[in-house]
């Protein structure tokens, strides 16, 4: 996925991709699909772009592209 959820100052924003790589991964971020945490890969040099990732996979989440499994749940381990 290329776009996450970022908390600053207490609220949770939109982020894509390219902007969270170039900020500093003390700041939390989240899946806007699932609430689960998520990390910021960068492209891979086998040519995989860059994407968002959750740090522990859900099959619940819609935006997990290649592990959704309906029905659409919310992560077992949410970050608010
Ligand atoms: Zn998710």
Same mark, same amino acid.
């Given at each position: 996925m290329h776009i996450a959820e970022i908390k600053i100052e207490d609220v949770w924003l939109e982020i894509s991709i390219e902007k969270a790589l170039k900020l500093s991964n003390k700041y939390l971020m989240r899946c806007a699909g699932c609430q689960g945490r998520v990390h910021a890969n960068k492209p891979y040099s086998d040519g995989a772009a860059a994407q968002f990732s959750h740090a522990q996979a859900h099959s619940?989440?819609? #935006?997990? #592209?290649?592990h959704f499994e309906p029905p659409a749940s919310r992560h077992p381990n949410p970050v608010s």
């Open positions: 619940g989440c819609k #935006l997990s #592209l290649y």
